[in-house]
């Protein structure tokens, strides 16, 4: 979803902003030494910005893609795969498996290397590792793709994060980040219509003499790698971040990146850029570190930032936030990830049972379906039925693209009142209507309640994600805020990691269960964010 294109307000930006504008002109007429926010206001905003505005799009939606794309194929691979129910939750959890377990090991990299030399690297390795997972033809080699494309996801995910922020004035970061929150949150709408158009095609080929089959759900596979290479390509007609040269040292090299920004944005020789020398950036911990020194400085300053964390003012509200943030994405991801599956089942009970829609529930639906190994609420044992395919109708991506657009809404509508209503009762209501949306989802005996009560969960899910991480900004102090997210983040992945995993588990014990544990959790976070002080913007002291 957008919750991994967080928007973080820098605190001192818009003082970093007004003294800029007291002393930049004073700078600018004596040619003296000018720090980085001076020298990218001077540079303006114009082609260059629409350009790498341009390039955020594809690059946007690599990280929702990668983390969705199962959901989709997984009806029309069940049988390719010979897939069991725990083996679909798995599918769609190692993915955040992969995205948990690279997150120390890309912060380390983008530090020391750079962020053009990565962002081309990640973003071209993920493709292959997308193109190549197309082409599995079990289980566990769709799963170790999936993991590595998690792993490699990570990185280019935060790192363009950076390197497009730091081609912004501060005057510009916040509406550019907000924009990639925007372009993300239009991924999830194209994403099932993409689906739409390529998996219910009948295609399919024969390769290396049978031993590789190649179908629609492989095609679609394929070309859900195309915004990874599309932004790996384009990443290499722009310059590595002025912001990480001057960290570096490299102050001739920085100015000459600022002075081709300047003369794109305006159309004037790069020679009447009015800055002419900058001042020495303070190195970062890691920079000026000897290089085989490097890994353990990251992990002694993680270990450093930590302990803030584990004594008061901060222990109490940190355990709240991720306690929230763990409930919140383990019961939104789940329902999110499974929802394609749940509505190929329900159409396809439909079709087949016309006039059984009012005397039904969920449980007598996704009983009735004939996997591979077992259907749900079943003991897990190799069946003699044939194994028979979902077969996806257009009802099923329509109502995945209704959801996309019910969730953008919820964010849109959350971001125009959450300055009057306050985070705190933004959280609260919710995730109350979660709760109150999720359980009644085992009663649900048409395509139609289940798209209505799976929109306003998976949309209040999304939209409470955004509501915390902003507590987040604002419980924390500067020092501690970049952690602070981090950690958030990182919780909530291991939430969605688990509840994909144990939804599956919990329909082979009730179909009632799991919708019961989801609604508990929702219930749960309610109630604590009850707890969570009124910030106003103020960090805690």
Same mark, same amino acid.
């Given at each position: 979803?957008?919750?991994?294109?967080?928007?973080?307000?820098?605190?001192?930006?818009?003082?970093?902003?007004?003294?800029?504008?007291?002393?930049?002109?004073?700078?600018?007429?004596?040619?003296?030494?000018?720090?980085?926010?001076?020298?990218?206001?001077?540079?303006?905003?114009?082609?260059?910005?629409?350009?790498?505005?341009?390039?955020?799009?594809?690059?946007?939606?690599?990280?929702?893609?990668?983390?969705?794309?199962?959901?989709?194929?997984?009806?029309?691979?069940?049988?390719?795969?010979?897939?069991?129910?725990?083996?679909?939750?798995?599918?769609?959890?190692?993915?955040?498996?992969?995205?948990?377990?690279?997150?120390?090991?890309?912060?380390?990299?983008?530090?020391?290397?750079?962020?053009?030399?990565?962002?081309?690297?990640?973003?071209?390795?993920?493709?292959?590792?997308?193109?190549?997972?197309?082409?599995?033809?079990?289980?566990?080699?769709?799963?170790?793709?999936?993991?590595?494309?998690?792993?490699?996801?990570?990185?280019?995910?935060?790192?363009?994060?950076?390197?497009?922020?730091?081609?912004?004035?501060?005057?510009?970061?916040?509406?550019?980040?907000?924009?990639?929150?925007?372009?993300?949150?239009?991924?999830?709408?194209?994403?099932?219509?993409?689906?739409?158009?390529?998996?219910?095609?009948?295609?399919?080929?024969?390769?290396?003499?049978?031993?590789?089959?190649?179908?629609?759900?492989?095609?679609?596979?394929?070309?859900?790698?195309?915004?990874?290479?599309?932004?790996?390509?384009?990443?290499?007609?722009?310059?590595?971040?002025?912001?990480?040269?001057?960290?570096?040292?490299?102050?001739?090299?920085?100015?000459?990146?600022?002075?081709?920004?300047?003369?794109?944005?305006?159309?004037?020789?790069?020679?009447?850029?009015?800055?002419?020398?900058?001042?020495?950036?303070?190195?970062?911990?890691?920079?000026?570190?000897?290089?085989?020194?490097?890994?353990?400085?990251?992990?002694? !300053?993680?270990?450093?930032?930590?302990?803030?964390? %584990?004594? /008061?003012?901060? $222990?109490?509200? +940190? #355990?709240? =936030? &991720?306690?929230?943030?763990?409930?919140?994405?383990?019961?939104?991801?789940?329902?999110?990830?499974?929802?394609?599956?749940?509505?190929?089942?329900?159409?396809?009970?439909?079709?087949?049972?016309?006039?059984?829609?009012?005397?039904?529930?969920?449980?007598?639906?996704?009983?009735?379906?004939?996997?591979?190994?077992?259907?749900?609420?079943?003991?897990?044992?190799?069946?003699?039925?044939?194994?028979?395919?979902?077969?996806?109708?257009?009802?099923?991506?329509?109502?995945?693209?209704?959801?996309?657009?019910?969730?953008?809404?919820?964010? !849109?509508?959350?971001?125009?009142?959450?300055?009057? %209503?306050? /985070?705190?009762? $933004?959280?609260? +209501? #919710?995730? =109350? &209507?979660?709760?109150?949306?999720?359980?009644?989802?085992?009663?649900?005996?048409?395509?139609?309640?289940?798209?209505?009560?799976?929109?306003?969960?998976?949309?209040?899910?999304?939209?409470?994600?955004?509501?915390?991480?902003?507590?987040?900004?604002?419980?924390?102090?500067?020092?501690?805020?970049?952690?602070?997210?981090?950690?958030?983040?990182?919780?909530?992945?291991?939430?969605?990691?688990?509840?994909?995993?144990?939804?599956?588990?919990?329909?082979?014990?009730?179909?009632?269960?799991?919708?019961?544990?989801?609604?508990?959790?929702?219930?749960?976070?309610?109630?604590?964010?009850?707890? %969570?002080?009124?910030?106003?913007?103020?960090?805690?002291?």
């Amino acid at each position: 979803m957008a919750e991994d294109f967080v928007v973080v307000k820098i605190s001192y930006c818009d003082f970093s902003c007004y003294v800029n504008k007291l002393q930049g002109r004073e700078r600018q007429n004596e040619h003296e030494q000018v720090d980085f926010e001076t020298a990218i206001s001077l540079t303006g905003y114009g082609k260059f910005n629409h350009l790498l505005n341009l390039l955020a799009i594809p690059a946007a939606s690599t990280t929702m893609i990668d983390t969705t794309t199962m959901s989709y194929i997984l009806p029309s691979a069940e049988c390719d795969l010979n897939l069991s129910n725990v083996d679909k939750g798995i599918l769609n959890a190692v993915v955040f498996g992969g995205m948990t377990s690279g997150a120390l090991f890309w912060g380390f990299l983008s530090d020391t290397l750079g962020r053009r030399k990565l962002l081309l690297a990640c973003y071209c390795l993920l493709a292959s590792i997308t193109i190549a997972s197309s082409f599995s033809q079990t289980f566990w080699s769709l799963g170790l793709f999936k993991f590595l494309g998690g792993f490699v996801a990570c990185g280019p995910n935060a790192i363009f994060l950076a390197y497009l922020s730091e081609f912004n004035s501060c005057r510009h970061r916040s509406r550019t980040m907000m924009a990639v929150g925007i372009y993300a949150s239009l991924a999830v709408a194209a994403l099932p219509a993409l689906a739409w158009l390529l998996i219910p095609q009948t295609w399919s080929w024969t390769l290396l003499g049978g031993y590789i089959t190649y179908n629609s759900w492989r095609v679609f596979l394929t070309m859900s790698a195309i915004p990874s290479f599309l932004t790996g390509c384009c990443i290499c007609f722009f310059d590595e971040s002025p912001k990480f040269l001057m960290s570096c040292g490299r102050r001739d090299e920085a100015l000459r990146v600022f002075q081709r920004v300047y003369s794109i944005n305006t159309g004037n020789p790069p020679e009447t850029y009015p800055v002419k020398s900058l001042l020495k950036e303070k190195s970062g911990v890691l920079t000026s570190a000897a290089p085989d020194e490097r890994l353990s400085t990251l992990l002694k !300053l993680g270990i450093k930032q930590m302990k803030p964390f %584990l004594h /008061k003012p901060y $222990i109490g509200m +940190a #355990g709240i =936030v &991720l306690i929230i943030q763990f409930g919140g994405q383990w019961g939104m991801n789940t329902i999110r990830l499974w929802l394609p599956q749940l509505f190929a089942i329900m159409e396809e009970y439909f079709i087949v049972n016309k006039s059984m829609s009012g005397n039904v529930t969920m449980c007598d639906i996704l009983t009735s379906h004939t996997g591979p190994k077992t259907a749900f609420n079943e003991t897990i044992v190799v069946t003699d039925k044939p194994c028979v395919p979902v077969q996806s109708g257009d009802t099923v991506y329509i109502y995945s693209i209704i959801v996309g657009i019910v969730t953008a809404v919820f964010n !849109l509508m959350a971001s125009s009142v959450i300055s009057n %209503l306050g /985070k705190k009762k $933004i959280l609260i +209501a #919710g995730y =109350v &209507l979660s709760c109150c949306c999720v359980v009644p989802m085992y009663w649900s005996n048409s395509m139609e309640g289940l798209l209505i009560l799976a929109s306003l969960f998976v949309g209040s899910g999304s939209m409470c994600f955004n509501a915390l991480m902003s507590v987040v900004v604002d419980l924390f102090p500067t020092s501690l805020r970049t952690m602070a997210v981090s950690v958030t983040v990182m919780t909530g992945r291991v939430g969605a990691l688990l509840g994909n995993i144990t939804f599956p588990v919990f329909l082979e014990i009730s179909c009632l269960v799991p919708f019961l544990f989801l609604g508990s959790i929702m219930f749960v976070c309610s109630s604590l964010a009850f707890l %969570l002080p009124r910030t106003n913007g103020k960090a805690l002291e």
